[in-house]
């Protein structure tokens, strides 16, 4: 507790700065998993503060992932289509209260056509009842929405290392290629359309 007053100090200059401008947050790389910190040292005996951008591996899955086999199944003979499809999911920035439960960020995955951009489909996902748990419904989830395609797609682009992580355990046994890249164009448009549109 004893750095709990230069903690909280740094908290608000962060946010009072994000107030102004988010993009510092971000590097101008945009790579993954690569977070703002904030690193002390002493000039003159003066504590001056600076930013520093860090890499920060995710932590290692630490659960079952769930999938049902006879969709696998049904996925591997559904007709071979030439579309490129994009699979992300991510934390929405507006909070959900139910009546039963605490306020939480849901998650959306959503799925695109890279071509033209078009949402093939969208879920939204609680955190519930805890993030591993909802972590290990997404391949399940994947594979119904791909399924009501009612094609199987040439091939899968994927950003996040961990959905790339679950996915490959699953995919290439239905005969479906996926792909990790830097970034998903037709994935952030659409994520940035629906909240405009969630968001009135």
């Not at 399924?147 to 682009?157: G, Q, S, V």
Request: aromatic letters at 8%; hydrophobic letters at 40%; glycine letters at 2%.
């Amino acid at each position: 507790m004893a750095d709990f007053s230069e903690i909280l100090e740094q908290a608000l200059t962060i946010c009072s700065r994000a107030a102004k401008d988010i993009n510092f947050l971000n590097p101008e790389e945009n790579e993954d998993d690569v977070y703002l910190t904030r690193e002390s040292y002493k000039n003159d005996d003066i504590l001056e503060w600076h930013d520093k951008y860090r890499k920060i591996p995710p932590e290692k899955a630490n659960f079952k992932l769930i999938c049902n086999k006879s969709d696998l199944v049904t996925l591997a003979n559904l007709r071979v289509s030439h579309v490129v499809i994009q699979v992300d999911f991510r934390m929405m920035p507006t909070t959900v209260k139910e009546k039963t439960s605490a306020a939480y960020f849901p998650f959306l995955l959503i799925i695109t056509n890279k071509e033209n951009g078009r949402i093939e489909g969208f879920k939204i996902i609680p955190p519930l009842p805890d993030y591993d748990s909802m972590l290990a419904d997404i391949p399940r989830l994947v594979v119904k929405q791909i399924l009501n395609l009612r094609y199987k797609p040439a091939l899968i682009e994927l950003k996040n290392p961990l959905l790339f992580e679950m996915l490959n355990s699953i995919l290439p046994e239905a005969g479906i290629k996926i792909l990790p890249m830097k970034s998903l164009s037709a994935c952030d448009n659409a994520f940035n359309n629906l909240i405009q549109n969630i968001n009135g």
